[in-house]
C-alpha cells in the first residue's frame, strides 16, 4: 500500500511514522507513505497557499492551484483509490472505514488548514471526506496521522499476532472484554479465575459476555442494530 499526504505541515505529520509499528510496517515495506509540502507546488515568491474568502467572512481559503498541482502530478504517477480530504465536516471515522482503506492500493490524503480549502477543491479531486471526530483541529494533519494508523495496522503481516487487530475493540461492533497479566492478585484485586481454567471455550465464552456487558454500559449505541 501507498499513502501520499498533502500538506503545509510535514514537521508536525512525520514523526507518528517514526517510531513502534508504523515505523516498523514502513521498514518492512508493507506500506510506503509519502509527504508533500504543498508550498512546493506554489508559483509566487511568497509561496502563498491560502487566501481571503470571497463574499467576506473570517477565516483564510486555501487556494486550488497547488492543490491541483499536487494531485495531478501524482496521478500522472499511478492510479489512486481514494483522495480523501481531512475535514471536521466529512464522515465520522470508525472501524469499518479502516478496514475498508487498508484494502486499498493507493490513497491520497490532503490535510486541511484555516478555514478548509475551496470548494472546488472538493467538487474535482476529493473522493472520501473524513472527519476524526465532533471537534475542529488546527489543522488536517493530527487527523490523517490517526487515519493512517488505523489502517496501517491492519494491512497484513504489520501486527505480530496476525488475530490481535480482529479482537480490537469495535471489530464485530463490541468493545474490548477487560484483558489481564502478571500478577495474579494486586492490592486485593484478583483475576478472574476462569482465565486460569484452561478450559478456552468456556473463556472465549466469558470475553464474549463481558464485550457485551462492557459495550452495554459505556455505548449502548453500539448495540442498536
Ligand atoms: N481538521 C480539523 N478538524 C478536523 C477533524 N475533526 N477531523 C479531521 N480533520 C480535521
Known amino acids: 500500500m501507498r499513502i501520499d499526504i498533502i500538506t503545509v505541515l510535514p514537521e508536525l505529520l512525520k514523526s507518528p511514522f517514526e517510531a513502534s509499528i508504523l515505523k516498523r510496517a514502513i521498514d518492512a515495506n508493507l506500506v510506503e507513505v509519502h509527504f508533500h509540502n504543498l508550498r512546493t507546488y506554489t508559483t509566487d515568491n511568497y509561496k502563498t497557499i491560502d487566501d481571503y474568502q470571497f463574499g467576506g467572512g473570517a477565516g483564510m481559503v486555501m487556494l ?72 475542529v483541529l488546527s489543522g488536517g494533519e493530527l487527523g490523517a496521522a490517526v487515519l493512517c494508523d488505523s489502517i496501517i495496522r491492519l494491512i497484513p503481516g504489520v501486527l505480530g499476532n496476525e488475530t490481535s487487530a480482529l479482537t480490537d475493540s469495535f471489530q464485530d461492533d463490541l468493545l474490548a472484554p477487560p484483558i489481564y497479566t502478571r500478577p495474579r492478585e494486586y492490592k486485593g484485586l484478583k483475576v478472574p479465575e476462569i482465565l486460569f481454567s484452561g478450559n478456552f471455550p468456556e473463556i472465549e465464552k466469558w470475553r464474549e459476555d463481558q464485550a457485551f456487558e462492557h459495550t452495554k454500559k459505556r455505548r449502548p449505541d453500539l448495540l442498536k442494530d
Request: negative net charge; glycine residues 6%; aromatic residues 6%.
Open 64 to 135: 486550488i492551484e497547488p492543490i491541483d498541482k499536487c494531485i495531478t502530478k501524482l496521478k500522472s504517477e499511478r492510479d489512486y483509490d481514494e483522495v480523501i480530504y481531512m475535514t471536521p465536516d466529512g464522515e465520522t471515522l470508525k472501524q469499518g472505514i479502516a478496514n475498508t482503506l487498508s484494502l486499498k492500493e493507493n490513497i491520497i490524503i490532503l490535510c486541511g488548514h484555516y478555514k478548509g480549502v475551496d470548494q472546488r477543491v472538493r467538487d474535482l479531486f476529493i473522493t472520501k471526506e473524513i472527519s476524526i471526530g465532533d471537534y
